[in-house]
């Protein structure tokens, strides 16, 4: 039986957290960020290289053997640490776009994002479809401007494309001083003062130069031409840039932009200190049934992400579960609400990456991870004993489809564990047709095919043959019971048993070669509702039609 804190001590560890997630198209330094994130909280010593791809030391949030050899973030990691008396939940999403699914999955589980624009290379496609995400939840964003130690973009040209792209108010924190070669610090806005930029700094040694005032007569001797013209930019900005407000900087609608190099260790620390100042606590977050506040003494918590083999040696799998209320404990008594069943977690884990410790508490805002075999499913809630739902955990109908083999025969076994693990925690799409053996891959990208040939190999030991498929577009399908519900839709599955299979989580779905041909059998069947987007695996596809 758990035994719930006083209210005041769940108020106050409630609004220590932060918990937020990093944003960004491909290559504008996200991992490099986040770990510099982890350097300056003092949770890390020394910084791994992104890009040094050969060599031993790599990003401490890249975990999976695909990243190292790539140089890219194709998981998501969690990472925990304290800085300020703050406990910060920092979750780095895949920047790629084939893996906008579990990336949007993430951002379900988050209060606030920062989002790491390329000085160089400005607002790109990524970062546009991540923001509409973060929009559509009104989830505080704060904007990091990476790499001004290269040629870039103008500042001023860079806030206005932010604006005009994002739709979003822009309020500097920081200012550049130059730029690539001449780039000799940032001037902080807030604090009226300026951090002296110095290149190539592999440690946190607290040692910047930090000079008072923004408008210190030696500054122009000092960094000459560079500094008279961030000092006319920020004359400019004082008159016309919007003041911060933070009501519409929690609605979504405005953002604080600061200036860096994540590279060299610098501007991460004002970035650090915003987040602490700036970013929420963690709010109420809704259920089907009711609105659950983050102080509430009985805990409450979502499975946001499932992910297998984080240690190969142990063949383990983890749900990573956000903390919606209350107080965890480990060995508590929790139910599992979609299932009914009851679980007693006492290897319940925090992380840093791949590196965990064992976890004796947390509370509303954490993210824990517990491993489990096969209990918990994505979007599932688990609570002390009452009925609830969250909403709002995503599924996507998959643009691309692949069928899948083995290349060995006797590692079928293999295969199917492998791809019902791999189903599970979302790294990929996995359809059982009703007709015929071979198991079919949907995915929204080439890439995501790529990495789970890539894990069945190297973590199950199954090499296998990814191979074209003739279908095109998937729809789940589902009927109202006032239209004849299970009935009719078990004789709608029956009469197109050649193009329908079912998902990891048993849930019914129609596969076709061409969209027409969708709205033809649409038109056939009008009792029937396809959908191009599911939630959790606990409502209306919880049990296998016909079984």
């Not at 929690?250 to 100042?277: C, H, I, K």
């Not at 509702?529 to 039609?545: P, S």
Request: proline share 5%.
């Amino acid at each position: 039986m758990s035994t719930a804190p006083p209210s005041t001590v769940l108020d106050k560890e409630v609004r220590r957290r932060r918990t937020f997630a990093i944003i960004s198209h491909p290559d504008a330094g996200k991992t490099t960020l986040t770990e510099k994130l982890l350097l300056f909280s003092g949770a890390i010593q020394i910084a791994g290289s992104v890009k040094a791809r050969k060599a031993t030391r790599h990003a401490t949030s890249d975990w999976m053997e695909i990243e190292k050899q790539r140089g890219i973030s194709v998981a998501s990691s969690v990472m925990q640490m304290e800085y300020r008396d703050c406990v910060i939940n920092l979750l780095d999403t895949p920047g790629h776009q084939d893996f906008s699914e579990d990336t949007y999955r993430v951002l379900t589980a988050v209060d606030a994002a920062l989002m790491v624009i390329d000085a160089a290379n400005g607002v790109e496609p990524q970062t546009r479809r991540l923001l509409q995400v973060c929009r559509a939840r009104n989830t505080p964003i704060l904007t990091f401007v990476n790499k001004m130690d290269r040629e870039v973009k103008d500042p001023l040209a860079l806030m206005d494309e932010i604006e005009r792209e994002l739709g979003m108010e822009v309020v500097p924190f920081t200012w550049p001083v130059g730029m690539g070669k001449q780039f000799h610090g940032v001037m902080d806005l807030r604090e009226q003062q300026m951090r002296v930029f110095s290149p190539g700094e592999d440690r946190d040694h607290h040692n910047d130069e930090i000079l008072a005032g923004l408008d210190n007569p030696a500054y122009a001797q000092r960094f000459g031409m560079q500094f008279e013209q961030a000092q006319g930019e920020i004359e400019l900005l004082t008159d016309a840039a919007p003041p911060f407000d933070r009501e519409e900087f929690l609605a979504g609608r405005q953002t604080p932009m600061f200036f860096g190099s994540a590279v060299n260790n610098f501007g991460v620390r004002e970035v650090l200190d915003a987040l602490v100042d700036l970013a929420p606590a963690p709010g109420h977050r809704m259920a089907i049934q009711r609105e659950v506040t983050p102080g509430e003494a009985k805990f409450t918590g979502v499975v946001f992400k499932i992910q297998a083999n984080m240690d190969p040696a142990h063949r383990d799998r983890i749900a990573f579960l956000r903390v919606a209320s209350g107080h965890f404990e480990r060995g508590m008594r929790l139910k599992v609400v979609r299932s009914g069943k009851e679980l007693r977690p006492n290897t319940v884990v925090s992380f840093l990456s791949q590196r965990r410790e064992l976890l004796d508490e947390a509370y509303a805002g954490d993210i824990i991870g517990i491993p489990n075999h096969g209990v918990l499913q994505l979007g599932d809630t688990l609570t002390e004993g009452e009925a609830l739902q969250f909403t709002g955990l995503p599924f996507f109908a998959p643009e691309m489809f692949r069928s899948v083999e083995v290349a060995d025969p006797l590692k079928t076994k293999q295969l199917k564990a492998g791809l019902t693990q791999l189903g599970e925690e979302g790294a990929i799409q996995v359809f059982r047709p009703v007709v015929g053996t071979v198991l079919l891959l949907g995915a929204v990208g080439q890439l995501q095919f790529e990495v789970v040939a890539h894990r069945l190999e190297h973590e199950y030991g199954c090499k296998a043959r990814i191979l074209p498929s003739r279908f095109q577009v998937a729809r789940w399908v589902t009927c109202d019971e006032a239209d004849g519900g299970e009935r009719e839709l078990k004789r709608f599955i029956d009469s197109n048993s050649h193009r329908v299979a079912y998902d990891a989580v048993d849930a019914p779905t129609v596969l076709v070669e061409y969209a027409p041909e969708l709205r033809a059998i649409e038109a056939n069947w009008p009792k029937i509702k396809f959908h191009a987007l599911r939630e959790h695996a606990g409502l209306v596809f919880q049990r296998r039609i016909g079984d």
